[in-house]
T-cell receptor, first 113, second 114 residues
Framework: QQQVKQSPQSLIVQKGGISIINCAYE??????FPWYQQFPGKGPALLIA?????SEKKEGRFTISFNKSAKQFSLHIMDSQPGDSATYFC????????????FGTGTRLKVLA | GAGVSQSPSNKVTEKGKDVELRCDPI?????LYWYRQSLGQGLEFLIY????????KSGLPSDRFSAERTGGSVSTLTIQRTQQEDSAVYLC????????????FGQGTRLTVV
């Protein structure tokens, strides 16, 4: 119930390509879904987040697609760049609860120059 | 400071010793979280503070782990009688009170138990 399942574990994309990372959750009480980006030796940093009242959110080259009925959400990175090479984590939390974030297991993205 | 500060950045300890990890959250952030990240793994929730109280400590893996927060600010995570499986990066994050505001992470403390 508390798990967030993330795939793929690793991803290699050519420069300029589209990177897609998927997450699925079980607990319908979750109502906030952020994506975090982590570079080696650094803490995770918020990339983009969505609430379930919208199906898509776009910020620059990064888009979250949200499917409430399927309990799935995904991150799309358009025009992927070598600087996007990092580990990406999806997460879910529930307002009104203890506010903890449940994280997916991460996707290691490598964008080839 | 401008961000979440954790110290030390690296800690090597002998098996059986106690360690203390410190977290200085962003000023004004009432929520504070501790997570553990093992090599190549995701972020495992340990404990959540709201002010000085910990309404959710469900992620602490054993009674060797404890945490406190004082003055609604600094938090200390203590691991007693460390074991090799405790080796990981311990991350602290802070946020404003609501869950749908950004949680800011520190750079973590890399703990190695030898």
């Amino acid at each position: 119930q508390q798990q967030v399942k993330q795939s793929p574990q690793s991803l290699i994309v050519q420069k300029g390509g589209i990177s897609i990372i998927n997450c699925a959750y079980e607990n319908t009480a979750f109502d906030y879904f952020p994506w975090y980006q982590q570079f080696p030796g650094k803490g995770p940093a918020l990339l983009i987040a969505i609430r379930p009242d919208v199906s898509e959110k776009k910020e620059g080259r990064f888009t979250i697609s949200f499917n409430k009925s399927a309990k799935q959400f995904s991150l799309h990175i358009m025009d992927s760049q070598p600087g996007d090479s990092a580990t990406y984590f999806c997460a879910a939390s529930r307002r009104g609860g203890t506010y903890k974030y449940i994280f997916g297991t991460g996707t290691r993205l490598k964008v080839l120059a | 400071g401008a961000g979440v500060s954790q110290s030390p950045s690296n800690k090597v300890t002998e098996k059986g010793k106690d360690v203390e990890l410190r977290c200085d959250p962003i000023s004004g952030h009432t929520a504070l979280y501790w997570y553990r990240q093992s090599l190549g793994q995701g972020l495992e929730f340990l404990i959540y503070f709201q002010g000085n109280s910990a309404p959710d400590k469900s992620g602490l893996p054993s009674d060797r782990f404890s945490a406190e927060r004082t003055g609604g600010s600094v938090s200390t995570l203590t691991i007693q009688r460390t074991q090799q499986e405790d080796s990981a990066v311990y991350l602290c994050a802070s946020s404003l009170v609501t869950a749908d505001t950004e949680a800011f992470f520190g750079q973590g403390t890399r703990l190695t138990v030898v």
